[in-house]
């Protein structure tokens, strides 16, 4: 696609649901990224991806929080059992190879999911 | 530390005026650095990319990097109104780009 694209644009659940946030990176990108920015904070990294695999999920708050990727196309981001302080933005970024690799890193951002846990 | 730190702001300055937004990084091997705006409710867009040493510019905005000093910063000539905005000063640490928590700007007409 043209842009990285989200899905859901804005979702609101209560304390204990699972979520499912989803993002479409740009068409050959196959670096991706997820970030959280909750209110007033910066961008918090959480995952990267390289293809379909994740050299690095540290980044992730707790147990609570996985996610996929298929091929070097779609990923999830899953939160399970979600908690007040899951509310936040939460950004997923794409970049190709070269940009990655000559270590340029120009991440191009979709829009987010902005999560709010009531 | 934080591996990126950006004083919060907010920074007022007038319309025509020069913004210096500035930037410390902990991580000496860090090779890569970016200048990110973020308009509210928006997502982050890059701004500027460096990675020498000295100034690089484009257009009214100049980024300067000092590795020995671990020091980058972001200079706005002719400040507009429309500069208004988070500026997000991103490090490159080994795969990730790592943000600082951002400096508001506000430029008065």
């Known amino acids: 696609g043209a842009g990285v694209s989200q899905s859901p644009s804005n979702k609101v659940t209560e304390k204990g649901k699972d979520v499912e946030l989803r993002c479409d990176p740009i068409?050959?990108?196959?670096?991706l990224y997820w970030y959280r920015q909750r209110l007033g904070q910066g961008l918090e990294f959480l995952i990267y991806f390289q293809g379909n695999s994740a050299p690095d999920k540290s980044g992730l708050p707790s147990d609570r929080f996985s996610a996929e990727r298929t091929g070097e196309s779609v990923s999830t981001l899953t939160i399970q059992r979600t908690q007040q302080e899951d509310s936040a933005v939460y950004l997923c970024a794409s970049s190709s190879r070269l940009a990655v690799s000559s270590g340029a890193n120009v991440l191009t951002f979709g829009a987010g999911s902005r999560l709010t846990v009531l | 530390q934080k591996e990126v730190e950006q004083n919060s702001g907010p920074l007022s300055v007038p319309e025509g005026a020069i913004a210096s937004l500035n930037c410390t990084y902990s991580d000496r091997v860090s090779q890569s650095f970016f200048w990110y705006r973020q308009y509210s409710g928006k997502s982050p867009e890059l701004i500027m990319s460096?990675?020498?040493?000295g100034d690089k510019e484009d257009g009214r905005f100049t980024a300067q990097l000092n590795k020995a000093s671990q020091y980058v910063s972001l200079l706005i000539r002719d400040s507009q109104p429309s500069d208004s905005a988070t500026y997000l000063c991103a490090v490159l640490i080994r795969y990730a780009l790592n943000f600082g928590k951002g400096t508001s700007l506000l430029v008065t007409p």
């Open positions: 068409s050959g990108h196959t670096a």
């Open positions: 460096i990675y020498s040493n």
